[in-house]
């Protein structure tokens, strides 16, 4: 019953003298019918209602250099902190940053699902040392703490390269065209192919290019240095490429580029037996596993300026080889598995991040042998020193680029 004094107060003074009543109630009936006056005399929405007598004039005990004193907060504005104890310390995040730095900065999902198994191996290698303490710790932690965690560190910048594809020739009636949902084997071999330029930004003269090769199934990637466009060196860098692969190639896809679209690689596939599509022209979602490595992989570390010299080839040759290791072993990815459309909206089901050295273990078609051979290569492999290596090759490779109007490139 609200009396004629009730309804003179301000709202505010009404808020504390509810927020005392409401706190002191115990059983969930009374609060409830204290909230519904609360919510009849002044209009307010329930849940808001309900969190403004939840914390309007709440004590709230603060420690001073005089010892405790408590603190009457009247104004529900005023956001309360609660005083937890930290779980995640200063030496799980020392940990969890030396870890994110060896594995070249990827997301938190990717992060967490290596972080057990990476771990041990820089422990094996006496990379880091961790206490029992931290290592629990650091194997319950969630994506949202990571990213947390890791907030100030993350530096993101996106550049976008241009195309130096030239369209084949008349070939192309001969080769079969295949859309990004053209392959559905569920089995290493099956490659696609593309050529990543270093131009710097300027397509006159000669420069070298990067022959990128990635397998659907397991991700695999490959990358071999080439002299210039021409096909003999292309043809060349592929025949280098798919020796490097731990299974044999059974399909190749590629774009339209004069490069791949020719009589001699169309020979040689058909001669041992090898699928060779094209995907369709302007369509780069066909091609879309190869697409992403260009940048994951291409760009990240390869850079965009310009390599025209013999020494910037050589060591892009060191670095690729590097980064075969590096890239394959220690470095997860994620597989769409599905579509879900519902409505307007289309939402999309991935699997759980994996390196490509991890799916071609599962994989049952893998001979065991492969396997053992990979198993022994996996364990000589340490991951920091890779990760020192490459930025070592990374710094030779950007001074040896060359300087174009003035800019440089260090």
Request: glycine content about 6%; some cysteine; hydrophobic content about 35%.
């Amino acid at each position: 019953m609200f009396t004629r004094e009730l309804c003179l107060m301000s709202r505010k003074k009404i808020t504390l003298l509810y927020a005392r009543r409401y706190r002191k109630a115990r059983r969930k009936k009374e609060k409830s019918e204290i909230l519904n006056e609360f919510v009849n005399l002044t209009g307010y929405n329930r849940s808001y209602a309900s969190w403004l007598l939840r914390h309007a004039g709440k004590r709230v005990y603060r420690d001073t250099p005089g010892g405790r004193r408590m603190v009457l907060v009247a104004d529900p504005r005023v956001r309360i902190r609660r005083k937890r104890k930290k779980i995640y310390d200063g030496e799980v995040l020392v940990v969890l940053r030396r870890v994110w730095e060896i594995l070249d900065y990827p997301c938190s999902q990717k992060l967490k699902a290596m972080l057990g198994e990476i771990i041990s191996v820089l422990e094996y290698h006496g990379e880091i040392e961790v206490t029992e303490e931290v290592r629990e710790k650091l194997l319950r932690i969630s994506r949202s703490t990571i990213d947390r965690l890791l907030r100030k560190e993350r530096e993101k910048s996106r550049i976008k390269p241009r195309s130096r594809t030239k369209p084949g020739s008349l070939l192309k009636r001969q080769i079969p065209i295949r859309t990004h949902r053209g392959w559905n084997e569920g089995e290493p071999g099956f490659i696609e192919v593309d050529l990543i330029s270093h131009d710097g930004g300027m397509a006159k003269g000669e420069f070298a290019y990067t022959l990128v090769l990635t397998d659907v199934h397991t991700q695999w990637t490959e990358m071999v240095p080439v002299r210039n466009k021409a096909q003999r060196w292309t043809f060349e860098a592929l025949l280098k490429a798919r020796g490097n692969f731990p299974f044999p190639v059974k399909g190749i896809d590629s774009d339209n580029d004069g490069a791949f679209i020719n009589y001699h690689l169309l020979k040689w596939t058909q001669e041992n037996g090898i699928i060779f599509t094209r995907s369709r022209p302007y369509w780069s979602n066909d091609n879309c596993h190869v697409e992403q490595k260009n940048w994951s992989v291409g760009r990240r570390y390869l850079g965009y300026f310009r390599y025209d010299t013999e020494k910037a080839l050589g060591v892009l040759a060191e670095l690729s080889e590097q980064l075969r290791f590096y890239v394959n072993f220690f470095i997860p990815s994620v597989k769409l598995v599905k579509k879900i459309r519902t409505g307007s909206k289309i939402k999309k089901i991935y699997d759980s991040p994996k390196t490509p050295f991890q799916r071609l273990l599962e994989h049952p078609g893998t001979p065991e042998d492969v396997k053992q051979r990979l198993r022994q290569l996996y364990r000589s492999l340490n991951p920091a020193e890779l990760h020192r290596r490459i930025k070592r090759l990374q710094r030779m490779l950007f001074s040896s680029a060359t300087q174009l109007h003035g800019v440089d490139y260090e």
